[in-house]
Structures are given as C-alpha cells and as structure tokens.
C-alpha cells in the first residue's frame, strides 16, 4: 500500500499553498507525510505543475508525482488516477495535505479495517457524508476507474461520483474524532490551529 498525500489544489480561497503552510515546525505536507510515516507507509506527494519546483525545496524530487497531463481531469481525482498511472500495482491510502488535525490512530484503523474487509474503497462516513479524501483505494478499482474514464463512461469528474461507481465500506467516525476532519480552505478558519 502506498500512501498519497494530495497537494495539488489551487488553494484559490487560502490565497497560498496549503501544503506549504506552517503547522508548528512543518509544512501542512510535511505533518500528512508523517502521519503515513506513523503507519510505515511509504508516500509521494501529488502536485500540479505549478507546484513542483516550490515543492523541490522541501522534499525529494523522486517523491513528487505531478498531475498526469494526459488526463483531462481536475481536483483530487486527476491527483489521485495520476498516481494510479505511476504505480498501478498499489493500493492507495490517499489522505489530503489540508486535513493537518488528522490522527495516525484513524489511519491504522482504516488501514485494519481494508485488510480485513478488501473493499474496492474504504473510508470513514462523517454525519452520513463520506471522507473521500482521506480513503483507501484497491489498486483494482482504480483500474476499473481508469478504463471508465478513457471509455468516455465516468460521466462525472468528481470523487463522489468515482465512489457510486465502487463497491466501498464504510466506518463510522466516532464523535469525538469529527475534528480531525476539518479540513481549512479560508485564512479566517486558521484560528485556533
């Protein structure tokens, strides 16, 4: 299994790169990347072209996997299949950069729950909506993904729509997990980190 940290969003509302603001000492990036660390996964880190050369300063190179040009694709599905395209035997722990209150114990939970289960997707639901952002995907169902979109069949770019298409078993987030969840997409949000 290979963890994923998703960078590459526009960042439009926080008006800077999420993945490189500051948590403490790290980047939000850096504190994801850790998280997979706690649960031994290795990782790459998901960026879009304009991304790469400012993410170079701080982690290696090799790590970073750019959104696949080739795909006409937006938003975390294109960072998510460009992945798939560079390592299509791995199943995916995907989790997103903006997400930095997150806790290893949920992961190695998910991560538990997937090798028992082998879902084609695994992830937590959150007030009856589903945290696609932070989820496992079988290598598999990633495929199946794939080939719907080249066939011109995945009639919705969106990652709710790529997860109607798949078999997936859920977790309840327990109450008092909830906040690690928030994900921060304003600077008026930041308050309190």
């Known amino acids: 299994m290979l963890g994923v940290v998703l960078c590459g969003g526009q960042s439009i509302r926080m008006g800077s ?4 603001l ?3 000492a790290s980047t939000w990036a850096q504190t994801a990347v850790d998280k997979l660390a706690m649960v031994h996964l290795s990782y790459v ?3 879009n072209a304009q991304q790469q050369e400012a993410y170079e300063n701080y ?4 790590l970073l996997v750019q959104d696949d040009d080739t795909l006409d694709l937006k938003g975390p599905l294109c960072g998510l299949l460009s992945v798939h395209l560079q390592y299509p035997q791995e199943d995916i722990l995907v989790l997103a950069c ?5 806790e290893a114990a949920l992961l190695k939970e998910l991560i538990g729950f997937y090798k028992d289960n082998k879902p084609a997707a695994c992830l937590y639901i959150n007030d009856g909506a589903p945290e696609p952002l932070c989820a ?3 290598a598999t169902a990633l495929q199946y993904i794939y080939q719907l979109y080249q066939s011109k069949k995945l009639l919705k770019h969106s990652m709710k729509f790529m997860l109607e298409q798949l078999q997936v078993a859920v977790l309840p987030l327990p109450a008092d ?3 690690c969840f928030r994900n921060f997409n304003a600077h008026a949000a930041l308050n309190g980190l």
């Open 136 to 138: 496992i995907y079988a």
């Open 22 to 24: 500051q948590l403490h």
């Open 98 to 102: 903006d997400m930095p209150l997150m």
């Open 177 to 179: 997990k909830k906040n």
């Open 17 to 20: 790169d999420k993945g490189l």
């Open 45 to 47: 880190l998901s960026v």
């Open 59 to 62: 982690f290696d190179k090799k």
